[in-house]
């Protein structure tokens, strides 16, 4: 099931993500709606592609309030809707129907003004809810994590730094075209090696064939745990314990564990948790904790537009 996981989450790590929490519920008072929408099989062998990111993160393109998507399984839409990222998808994936995963779709829709990517996912929650029937809930369940926490008190490795304040920091990105889905902004780089683009974790490459390498700026260690335990098969999720507030910048790189009979082209390399230790100064604990999972009520194929 994790291989599976990441091959549909793949594109929310190579797009980025936020520092922010999921988010379930509608907003409080009248639940916002597009104005109108298109929904539309798309069994062509194009690729995905959007007219902003649809992740978990804050990066965005102002866009008039054109929602704008193309050939992406349900589950992209369902976790952009619904905030979610690598722990919650953990939970919920198990649970939906393997079209879900599969099927892929269009959405074209429009709301009024120029609404902000929080206010467009509870436009795509009310749209799912309508024409996928969409239903889901949250319980708090008591399960087995491994926590994140310092190596050794009051101290980080140089590959994790406080995020500094008065750094520059953009957050729009243009992703417009089928033709170039992901934009030229995510390869790019600021002194240190961190990429130029906040409020993400982006895939860069790495120093020698066979490993993998990831950075972030301005993201919480509760988020970087979150989005790297969709990257790595420990059996658990992971979570923040470290006590550290506050937004940091982090480079990790390593070597990825080999599965089967493929042999990791890197075999001297350094392994996650060992990396996680050496360059960041935290170390995996396993411990029991609570969190709140996601549960699918329902959900069923799109309605006629």
């Known amino acids: 099931m994790l291989m599976k996981l990441n091959a549909v989450l793949i594109c929310n790590l190579a797009l980025g993500g936020a520092a922010i929490a999921p988010s379930f519920a509608q907003s409080g008072g009248t639940q916002l709606a597009f104005e109108v929408a298109s929904v539309k099989p798309n069994n062509s062998d194009a690729p995905a592609h959007s007219n902003f990111p649809l992740n978990a993160g804050g990066m965005y393109t102002a866009n008039g309030g054109l929602f704008s998507a193309a050939n992406f399984p349900l589950i992209t839409y369902i976790f952009f809707a619904h905030n979610i990222v690598g722990n919650q998808a953990h939970f919920l994936v198990p649970q939906l129907p393997g079209w ?92 240190g090696g961190f990429p130029a683009i906040c409020n993400g974790i982006l895939g860069i490459p790495p120093s020698v064939p066979g490993r993998s390498r990831l950075g972030g700026r301005n993201v919480t260690i509760g988020f970087m745990a979150d989005m790297l335990s969709q990257r790595v098969d420990l059996g658990r999720p992971i979570v923040d314990a470290t006590g550290l507030t506050g937004t940091f910048d982090f480079l990790l790189e390593f070597t990825p564990e080999s599965k089967g009979s493929n042999a990791a082209a890197d075999p001297e390399g350094l392994s996650f948790q060992q990396a996680v230790q050496d360059q960041l100064g935290l170390k995996l604990q396993p411990r029991k904790s609570s969190m709140e999972v996601v549960v699918l009520d329902h959900v069923e194929h799109p309605s006629e537009n």
């Open 100 to 191: 879900v995963m599969s099927e892929r779709f269009d959405i074209q829709a429009r709301a009024p003004g120029n609404p902000t990517k929080d206010q467009m996912r509870q436009m795509m929650r009310t749209l799912l809810a309508e024409r996928f029937k969409l239903a889901v809930h949250t319980e708090v369940r008591e399960v087995p994590v491994l926590a994140f926490v310092l190596a050794k008190p009051g101290q980080t490795r140089p590959q994790l730094q406080p995020h500094p304040a008065d750094a520059p920091c953009q957050t729009s990105v243009e992703l417009a075209s089928a033709a170039s889905p992901v934009s030229d902004m995510f390869s790019q780089k600021i002194s």
